[in-house]
């Protein structure tokens, strides 16, 4: 009885002589004789990897790690908020009053001193305006590197300030150094101060608005 249960167990299982061979060449296999009628076109044996399974990843590991922001950060990114919203009201401000010195130059009358001051406080707080907003974007974006979530309208945006800055510089070193030179409207130093007054300031208000509407 013991002998021909043996018989019936070795029938069903038993490794093939090439057995051997085969698992030094290729990974530990557990290979078992199919049962009747189980489709196997080459060969009796089913071969059943033990070895080098390879587990799906977990949530845990599927999950994008956090991107933690220091304190200074978000300081930064308050300022640099209040800073985006003076920037247009101080903008308007500064257009219409270059507007009244250019149209008091062409008619031929001189302007009034509380004007000119007017014009050049608020050039000095634009300029002020745009150092300090440029160092907290810059430092802030440095800090966001690693942070996908908005990199590409990050990045648009800092290029758009970034040129509006040179813009600034440029009219700055265009602005009239005396009245007969802001008299020649077109030709001369007010030309092209105004010219790069307004290019600047779209530029700015553009990279701006884009910041508020852009949202990810």
């Known amino acids: 009885m013991l002998s021909s249960l043996l018989l019936v167990l070795t029938g069903i299982v038993s490794p093939p002589a090439t057995l051997a061979a085969d698992t030094e060449a290729v990974e530990p296999a557990l290979r078992l004789r199919s049962a009747p009628g189980a489709s196997s076109p080459s060969s009796p044996w089913v071969t059943i990897p033990v070895l080098g399974i390879r587990a799906a990843p977990t949530a845990d590991a599927q999950r994008p790690k956090a991107i933690e922001y220091s304190d200074g950060y978000h300081v930064r990114l308050k300022i640099h908020q209040i800073g985006s919203y ?81 813009g600034f510089l440029a009219t700055a070193g265009a602005a009239p150094e005396s009245d007969d030179d802001f008299g020649r409207r077109e030709g001369g130093s007010v030309g092209r101060h105004r010219n790069l007054a307004i290019a600047s300031v779209s530029v700015a208000t553009l990279s701006t608005a884009m910041m508020w509407l852009w949202k990810d």
Not at 103 to 118: F, K, Y
């Open 86 to 166: 003076l920037e247009l009201p101080l903008f308007a401000a500064e257009l219409i009053v270059g507007q009244r010195l250019a149209h008091d130059r062409d008619r031929g009358e001189p302007s009034a001193s509380g004007l000119r001051s007017a014009h050049t406080a608020l050039a000095t707080g634009l300029g002020v305006l745009f150092t300090v907003n440029t160092v907290t974007g810059l430092w802030n974006i440095w800090e966001s590197r690693n942070d996908p979530a908005g990199r590409t309208r990050r990045i648009l945006h800092t290029v758009g300030m970034l040129a509006a800055d040179a």
